[in-house]
């Protein structure tokens, strides 16, 4: 499975961004869609996640504000980011497992945003 994730870019605080991660190769393998980021400094924390069943899962810090989404057809996996902070600022990286619970097995390039005035 390839991913490449794109949409990033300079946001102001409050703005939003789409990103897009796009997927190729055993898809049917897959079962969890995912995004990651990593900011500055930071390790890298998991965003959210959609499984195949359409269960969700967002991090605190982003509750309420981002949202992810896939579409089957397209073999396409979004996160709408709402409200953006200044803290939202990081490498977003698209991952994908084959098992819930279980580390990613493939990972996207990440994509830069930031969010500054």
């Known amino acids: 499975v390839q991913l490449q994730a794109s949409g990033g870019g300079l946001v102001q605080p409050g703005g939003s961004l789409r990103l897009s991660c796009a997927a190729s190769?055993?898809?049917?393998?897959?079962?969890?869609w995912a995004w990651y980021r990593q900011a500055p400094g930071k390790q890298r924390e998991l965003v959210a996640s959609?499984?195949?069943?359409?269960?969700?899962y967002y991090a605190d810090t982003v509750k309420g504000r981002f949202s992810i989404a896939r579409d089957i057809a397209r073999n396409t996996a979004y996160l709408q980011m709402n409200s953006l902070k200044l803290e939202d600022t990081a490498v977003y990286y698209c991952?994908?497992?084959?098992?819930?619970?279980?580390?990613?097995?493939?990972w996207g390039q990440g994509t830069q945003v930031t969010v500054s005035s």
């Open positions: 991952a994908a497992a084959r098992r819930l619970g279980r580390p990613a097995d493939y």
């Open positions: 190769g055993s898809i049917s393998s897959v079962n969890v």
């Open positions: 959609i499984t195949s069943s359409s269960t969700t």
